[in-house]
């Protein structure tokens, strides 16, 4: 059973420093690789950064240069670095993993963190 679980939200002013994490088990890290989410209310799920499975780190313009994805891959987990939170930042983050099923990939996802920034 695949189950991703998110943790580290919260709330912080604008200009502030979170840390997501997500523990993945029953599924290790492959070629569909990992992503973070958010989706704010009444607006669209927005890729915040897609990690292909060689390591490569794809980010959303919105958090080019103040976020930092990366992988533990011994602890199956990934993590979110937030840095100078500004306030059109808060959302709920998700991460998400896929699993490939023949040429496709099947993905699973978190239940979610809220992440508030005051002014």
């Known amino acids: 059973q695949v189950r991703l679980v998110e943790s580290g939200g919260g709330s912080v002013q604008a200009g502030g420093s979170l840390k997501l994490s997500c523990a993945v088990s029953?599924?290790?890290?492959?070629?569909?690789?990992m992503e973070w989410f958010r989706q704010a209310p009444g607006k669209e799920r927005e890729s915040v950064a897609f990690?292909?499975?060689?390591?490569?780190?794809t980010y959303g313009d919105s958090v080019k240069g103040r976020f930092t994805a990366s992988v533990d891959r011994a602890k199956n987990s990934l993590y979110l670095q937030m840095n100078d939170l500004k306030i059109e930042d808060p959302a709920v983050y998700y991460c998400?993993?896929?699993?490939?099923?023949?040429?496709?990939?099947?993905?699973?996802w978190g239940q979610g963190t809220q992440v508030t920034v005051s002014s």
């Open positions: 029953g599924l290790r890290f492959n070629s569909c690789g």
């Open positions: 990690i292909e499975n060689q390591g490569v780190i």
């Open positions: 998400a993993a896929g699993l490939p099923k023949g040429r496709v990939c099947e993905t699973y």
